[in-house]
């Protein structure tokens, strides 16, 4: 990794030679829309931490360990989330403003027209009236002083005017830090794991496939027997009549969804016809009130779903976690492992810090710009969240009076409720944004194609306080509490504390849908102007009573489970109510659950050197599946030139390495099969690779479906291994590493700086397996943590604690992280020198 004088020297090349082998001419014509590179860049190499800072909430004192993390200590809280404040900044000041400009809109104001799409689309949801929101509900609560203090240490970096060198590239200040900005942070993230619009896509697929096509590729259920609340799971539920159906419940948990690696897919008659008429024909209804035409506006079409695509959650983003009893621990006590898989970027999305008050002794990691951690360990217990995959946003379609100024709501016309926005343009022209909202939550249109949006982030939600009481927990009882108030992002919440209690909930508000008075499933486009799927109780950009939601007592859960692993996988296959549709394929579910049993049944118990080995294991069960058949089709065909292919194939042992030939041979064959199959039909559809069916559905597609009427399933097999041989000889690639690399992880300015990116380098895993990896995506293992509640912990970040390319900890966990391995997460507190003091204003 780079030492601090090698990146002064990275630095100097820039400056003198040009940014990524350009001519210096091409340089500073790439670079135009940075600042001049005078001596600001020079000072930003130069940035260190004071001795001292003045605070007006007290003595607290900073120690950063080995690994730039730091342990922050105080006798007062405020104090000590100051110091907080001051340490995120100093260290991710530039990501903390980039990941608040994306969700107020405001990016075009720093780099010009190539993001205007983008900031309309968060100017039009409306994310920051959503985190105001929140903020009048958590400022009166006990975290509320916390976050206030928070930004001030935030803007105590800002005022201290050493900027990190993104800014002084841009020419650019950021403006001060506010309590709603790390509300917004609450709202990005949960944005990132539930905004999908799965219900436009279903429509728009049986429309181009045909509901024949549609049902096959996009089945309502994947045929497999992993969920997480599988029948060996044993403990206890809240309430007895958790385990039996409500009145009116629809049994559809498993129904269609996006199509994507995420979820698994389907089609609602409804929608379907909703948007063959959007595209076909134009309705008219008269006004019983007025006798004024309505024109009815359909919710759905290519050209709005292909720009709201843009923004859902990524495809295929999911986590990894799991917790054993400690009946099955050398220790005796519990183990939690968890490894979330979000986008792996420059620097690493969470930050490591460690509090210490007479209140509270947490260590783990947060999103910068979020004050409390978001998933670690205090003295009591662990916990740890991954995405349920929970169904929180309805689409509605809604009629229009003719001059598209009301919208009509039961029996009466409405105005929208509208406010105009300025969207800066930097070296552009402005644009004026009208926010148009409904009683449901924000409009969204395009060309002519509109939708009205509910989401159940577009509320004042409780999450915020929750995770703050989450690091005061003394053990299970608190955290069931907490998590009471835990209303958004849907998570898979594991926790296991040091008395032994062990627990799994899935947190989040989840909507009861009705119409005509019966529960409905989410996966379709309501007729908003009727009233159908209103959520009883939610308020968009006000204080949700959630009426019309899932009890608490009635979500999924189990207290005290012996064995118990998330990955993703749908929740249970005897649902009390519907909870959603995008659940991941259940390789990585089935490859914990099949290591875990082997373990337990083997009566060996577990220790953390054997989670942090399931963390890293990289079998592979697409392979498993296919690979044996994929042989036996190269054997009896009579297609020459596929030796080098087939024996790499038959000596690997399915496992995705970087260093094996046969994993890079079945990665590429099974992206080249995957496209054989698919690319005429979805090409004549008009639809492009994104909407291509799941792994799960490739794997088990029969040999008997429509897809191998012209060719069979072995010489389309053949065909594909063809193709990716010509591919592996054109491009020299060897060994998985050679294509599975490390260089889709790039810092924003990637293009502009390559220099701010780590090093490219090889790495093992899939997206199918435990160790996660897409390089297509930039998704895997954004963090892993191995950690027995009371006792040792450890963990890693993929890259570093530190956004600050000068630092020793930018990128000083990279190779650790690459290679499986992980550092202590100690909690206790060394003697060494205190790197920076806060001493009381004026003293």
């Not at 792996?344 to 209140?359: D, I, N, R, S």
């Not at 309501?526 to 308020?539: L, Q």
């Not at 749908?570 to 109510?577: E, G, I, K, L, N």
Request: proline share 5%; charged share 30%; with cysteine.
């Amino acid at each position: 990794m780079k030492t601090d004088t090698t990146r002064r020297g990275v630095l100097a090349g820039v400056l003198a030679a040009g940014v990524g082998g350009l001519t210096l001419t091409s340089a500073r014509e790439l670079l135009d829309q940075f600042a001049p590179l005078s001596g600001d860049a020079w000072d930003a190499a130069n940035r260190s931490l004071p001795d001292t800072v003045e605070s007006p909430y007290g003595e607290a004192s900073v120690r950063y360990d080995e690994f730039g993390v730091p342990t922050v200590a105080a006798d007062d809280e405020a104090a000590a989330y100051f110091a907080v404040g001051y340490t995120q900044a100093f260290d991710r000041l530039f990501q903390l403003d980039l990941q608040r400009r994306v969700m107020r809109g405001q990016v075009s104001e720093l780099v010009g027209e190539s993001t205007v799409e983008d900031d309309a689309f968060h100017i039009a949801m409306d994310f920051a009236g959503a985190a105001e929101a929140t903020w009048d509900h958590v400022a009166e609560t006990p975290a509320g002083p916390l976050i206030e203090a928070y930004a001030d240490g935030v803007n105590a970096v800002i005022g201290d005017g050493q900027l990190p060198l993104e800014f002084e590239l841009l020419g650019a200040e950021p403006e001060p830090w506010t309590p709603v900005d790390s509300m917004l942070m609450e709202k990005q993230i949960s944005w990132d794991l539930t905004g999908n619009f799965a219900e436009l896509r279903q429509a728009l697929l049986a429309d181009r496939l045909g509901e024949e096509t549609t049902a096959e590729l996009y089945p309502e259920r994947l045929d497999h027997d992993v969920p997480i609340l599988r029948d060996a799971v044993e403990g206890e539920r809240l309430s007895e009549d958790a385990d039996e159906r409500s009145d009116g419940e629809t049994g559809r948990e498993n129904g269609a969804g996006a199509a994507t690696d995420n979820g698994t897919e389907g089609e609602d008659a409804n929608a379907v016809g909703r948007l063959r008429q959007s595209e076909t024909e134009t309705g008219t209804d008269v006004d019983t009130d007025t006798g004024t035409a309505a024109e009815h506006t359909a919710a759905v079409g290519p050209a709005l779903l292909n720009w709201l695509s843009k923004f859902e959650s990524p495809p295929g983003v999911g986590s990894n976690s799991w917790v054993v009893s400690g009946e099955h621990t050398k220790s005796g006590t519990p183990i939690v492992a968890y490894d979330p898989h979000l986008t792996l970027m420059t620097p690493p999305l969470w930050y490591e810090q460690h509090v210490e008050t007479p209140k509270v002794s947490i260590r783990g990691v947060t999103f910068p710009g979020v004050p409390f951690v978001i998933a670690g360990a205090n003295d009591s217990g662990v916990w740890s969240f991954t995405n349920v995959g929970a169904d929180v946003l309805d689409c509605y379609e809604y009629e229009f009076d003719e001059a598209g100024e009301r919208y009509r709501y039961e029996d009466e016309w409405r105005e929208f409720e509208t406010e105009e926005r300025e969207l800066a343009v930097a070296g552009g022209e402005n644009r004026t944004i009208t926010v148009r909202k409904t009683v449901h939550g924000p409009v969204l249109e395009r060309e002519g194609q509109t939708v009205g949006v509910a989401w159940t982030g577009h509320t004042a939600t409780r999450t915020t306080e929750a995770i703050y009481e989450f690091g005061r927990s003394g053990g299970l009882d608190d955290v069931l509490e907490s998590t009471r108030k835990f209303d958004l992002p849907t998570q898979n919440l594991v926790y296991a504390d040091a008395e032994g209690r062990t627990m799994y909930y899935a947190t989040g508000k989840l909507p009861i849908r009705e119409v005509d008075g019966e529960a409905v499933a989410g996966n379709r486009i309501f007729d908003g102007s009727a009233g159908e799927g209103e959520w009883d109780g939610f308020t968009p950009f006000g204080e949700s009573s959630w009426d019309g939601f899932v009890p608490f007592e009635e979500k999924p859960h189990v207290i005290d489970p012996d064995v118990l692993a998330t990955a993703n996988q749908r929740v249970t296959d005897d649902p009390t109510h519907y909870v959603g549709t995008a659940y991941a394929t259940p390789y990585r579910g089935r490859r914990i659950y099949d290591r875990l049993d082997e373990r337990v049944d083997g009566g060996e118990p577990t220790d953390l050197d054997f989670h942090r080995d399931l963390q890293d294991d990289v079998y592979d069960g697409r392979a498993a599946q296919l690979v044996p058949d994929l042989l036996d089709a190269v054997r009896t065909s009579e297609t020459s030139g596929l030796v080098d292919a087939r024996d790499a194939l038959e000596s690997w042992d399915y496992r995705m390495d970087r260093d094996s030939r046969g994993a890079l041979v079945f990665a590429r064959w099974f992206e080249h099969y995957r496209r054989e199959l698919f690319e005429p039909a979805f090409d004549d559809a008009g639809l492009d690779d994104s909407y291509y069916p799941n792994d799960w559905v490739v794997a088990t597609l029969p040999a008997d479906s429509q897809f191998f009427a012209e060719r069979s399933r072995a010489e389309t097999m053949v065909a594909a291994l063809e193709t990716a041989r010509d591919e592996l000889d054109e491009a020299g690639w060897d060994t998985y590493g050679d294509w599975n690399s490390t260089r889709a992880i790039e810092h924003p300015f990637s293009v502009e700086a390559p220099f701010l990116d780590y090093e490219t380098r090889p790495v093992d895993g899939s997206r199918a397996t435990v160790k996660n990896y897409r390089v297509d995506s930039a998704v895997g293992s954004s963090w892993r943590m191995v950690v027995e509640p009371g006792g040792d912990a450890t963990a890693i970040l993929p890259g570093g604690n530190s956004g600050d390319y000068f630092s020793e900890h930018y990128d000083d966990q990279f190779d650790r992280w690459r290679n499986g391995e992980q550092k202590a997460m100690d909690r206790t507190v060394d003697g060494g020198e205190v790197d920076v003091s806060f001493v009381e204003d004026g003293s």
